[in-house]
């Protein structure tokens, strides 16, 4: 009877009453203004602005800032581990988005009247701080795009389409995500170019020895992430750069996984193309930004036509806007451009050197962690004195499928981690796996956090073992 | 063979000797283990010789219409009655050991149900009096309970019955909150598939006459 199954199934699992804080529930933070000077005045921006104490970690300093952690999910406390999918918003950002529409929400770049001038400002205000953010020289170099994807596909038909023909070569690595695979097989199909995929070493990482064969006077532009979103593995951008520059090659980076979590440098990197999400770096979703190099961005045709992009129009023909206005047709995100702003603000605040540190230590306690658990294949290189992980790991268990986990995970315990392919089929199918789990850190978690996703997941494979 | 509780305000049972998801608390359904499905016509015997019968199912062939909305009902009521998520958890995984045990032969590119998660393949036939006829395997257990769920309704049934159950009937089974659009929502996937699936039999079997059937299938 069910019952009985039910108490079968009591004796199998831990009591659910928890060694978690029973009494964890939504809680309002102090509020966060967007000046850090009125922000030391408050917890909140207290733990937000101030180097994380001796006595507590840069996770258990900002955690305050992000309500959304504060919860529980059936009867556990929340323990966000899906950053790499997205990430969480901080009081301040969503401030910044309430202020926006409270107080002088207009369309921009057109009205004569105070609060478009004031939306305006504000909207080229971030498209500064984006530039600031990532050291690009100048901030036209920033077309605010609706996120990652949308910006890889805006240099694929604009770029691509103008710049590639048959006989060309786009380079990527198996690793690539979907977006930034899926634009090129189109535009190859309608350009005839190839796409040529380097594979990984056994240390399973993009075998860049292989890469750096493959380039030829052929290659036209490399594709590739700057942080795998599954690997955890790290490329060597600016020696990758060089190569391809030597063979007359542009290189387009994925810096989705990248400019949450470390200090990104354009001119540093000297990358040609550099797209990230908003929404992965404590901004809202629908935005996201598009680096081109200057006059790579002036040479390039529009990708959308409409309002905005245009210089004039005319019945049978319409003239276009310099960049980045030519690729920002129609009314843009302006709310959250404004967010996005206040997102790099927050994380400005904090010093994404620090949070890198941070996330170092936390990747390899996580990795370590992990490495423990018993039939637990982890995916990617492990961590070493040359080797550094981002501060994630994709996973399987034997014989456990990783929805299953997933789901017991979020069910039994408030884990939230993510099952699936990742928007990384190819990589699959090269590991000969259908799918995998994957548990992303950001520098609001914690070491506790870890524990908690390991005792869960212990408990996790100990109750489906149970069952075979 | 299982029985009915009724009366009882307990939570549904699964007995352990059925592989049918025994209950419906709701004491107005009546569900006659001999005559549970008759029709007005005959009643296949309870041993089925067709061979791809499985032997879990009593009178496959004659599921009424009225009993496939009585065991959606039934199959509601008793997930409706699990409180806690994981207890839905639980009993899927209960209903994934009942599944009989399949050769590779099902994991065929053929059968492999596109869009989920986990990897399922679905056989679907006909058999020779035009009822329908379902397998089912996963490398996922929780997805093998909803399908198996899905087989105890539908193995059986008309082609009519297969494509009138509605996923949205349905939701309460899901374990947390996932959208009928959600590509994690497998079991909503594997229903449209089998539906799919069914029309296209139906329309090779009995051509024109069946084409209404498409109107049924959930989107």
């Known amino acids: 009877m069910m019952s009985s199954i039910g108490g079968a199934f009591s004796k199998i699992l831990p009591s659910s009453s928890s060694s978690y804080s029973s009494s964890l529930s939504l809680k309002k933070p102090p509020t966060c203004f967007n000046s850090w000077a009125l922000a030391r005045r408050t917890s909140c921006a207290a733990a937000a602005s101030s180097v994380a104490s001796e006595t507590q970690s840069l996770g258990h300093a900002t955690r305050p800032d992000f309500p959304i952690l504060h919860q529980e999910i059936n009867g556990s406390k929340l323990v966000y581990l899906d950053n790499a999918a997205t990430s969480q918003k901080p009081t301040a950002v969503l401030n910044a988005l309430h202020n926006y529409y409270e107080a002088y929400n207009s369309n921009v770049h057109r009205g004569v009247h105070f609060l478009s001038a004031k939306a305006t400002d504000a909207y080229e205000l971030a498209r500064k701080k984006v530039a600031t953010f990532i050291n690009a020289p100048d901030s036209r170099e920033i077309v605010f795009t609706r996120n990652a994807t949308e910006a890889i596909n805006l240099v694929a038909y604009s770029w691509g389409l103008t710049n590639l023909k048959t006989g060309d070569q786009v380079v990527l690595t198996i690793a690539e995500h979907h977006s930034a695979v899926v634009p090129w097989q189109i535009v190859a199909q309608k350009t005839g170019a190839e796409l040529k995929f380097v594979s990984l070493t056994d240390d399973e990482v993009p075998d860049m020895e292989a890469l750096r064969k493959l380039l030829s006077k052929n290659t036209k532009l490399v594709v590739l992430h700057h942080v795998s979103n599954m690997l955890a593995s790290v490329l060597p951008i600016e020696e990758i750069v060089l190569w391809a520059h030597d063979v007359g090659a542009k290189v387009l980076v994925d810096a989705c996984q990248s400019v949450p979590h470390m200090v990104v440098d354009v001119q540093s990197l000297n990358a040609d193309f550099l797209v990230a999400s908003s929404h992965k770096m404590c901004g809202p979703t629908g935005i996201g930004f598009l680096y081109g190099k200057s006059e790579l961005l002036a040479a390039m045709p529009p990708f959308l036509g409409g309002g905005e992009m245009i210089a004039d129009v005319f019945l049978d023909h319409s003239t276009y806007a310099e960049p980045p206005s030519r690729f920002e047709a129609g009314t843009p995100a302006i709310g959250e451009a404004v967010g996005l702003g206040a997102a790099i603000d927050y994380l400005s605040g904090i010093g994404m050197q620090k949070i890198h540190e941070y996330e170092v230590e936390l990747a390899n306690y996580l990795y370590g962690s992990l490495r423990e658990v018993p039939n637990v294949r982890i995916y990617g290189p492990a961590p070493s004195e040359t080797v550094t992980r981002a501060a994630l790991c994709c996973f399987n268990v034997e014989d456990i499928h990783p929805t299953d986990i997933a789901t017991f995970l979020d069910q039994q315990h408030g884990v939230a981690i993510r099952s699936g392919h990742h928007c990384a089929q190819p990589l699959h199918r090269f590991l000969g796996i259908n799918a995998s789990a994957r548990a992303s850190l950001y520098f609001y978690n914690t070491k506790q956090d870890v524990d908690d996703f390991i005792t869960a997941l212990k408990d996790t494979i100990s109750f489906f073992s149970s069952f075979k | ?219």
């Not at chain 2, 050991?97 to 393949?121: H, M, Y």
């Open chain 2, 1 to 219: 063979m299982y029985s009915l509780v009724s009366q009882s305000s307990s939570p549904p049972s699964l007995t352990s000797s059925s592989s049918i998801p025994s209950i419906c608390m709701n004491k107005h359904i009546q569900i006659n283990p001999r005559n549970q499905n008759s029709r007005k016509h005959k009643p296949f015997s309870i041993k089925c010789k067709h061979p791809i019968c499985s032997p879990r199912i009593i009178n496959p062939s004659v599921n009424s219409s009225d009993n496939v909305a009585r065991k959606v009902n039934c199959l509601i009521a008793e997930f409706k009655s699990l409180k806690e998520p994981i207890d839905r958890v639980k009993t899927l995984l209960h209903y994934a050991t009942l599944l009989p045990f399949l050769d590779e032969s099902i994991r065929s590119e053929e059968n492999k149900v596109p869009g989920c998660t986990a990897q399922v393949w679905l056989e679907v036939k006909m058999d020779f009096e035009g009822f329908m006829r379902f397998r089912v395997d996963s490398d996922s257990e929780i997805t093998k309970g909803f399908a198996s769920c899905l087989i105890w309704l539908l193995d059986g049934a008309s082609p009519e019955e297969v494509v009138a159950v509605k996923a949205e009937d349905l939701a309460e089974m899901n374990v947390g909150i996932l959208p009928a659009n959600s590509r994690v929502n497998t079991w909503n996937t594997v229903l449209l598939s089998m539906q799919k699936r069914t029309i296209a039999l139906a329309e090779q079997r009995f051509g024109d006459s069946s084409k209404s059937l498409a109107l049924f299938t959930c989107k």
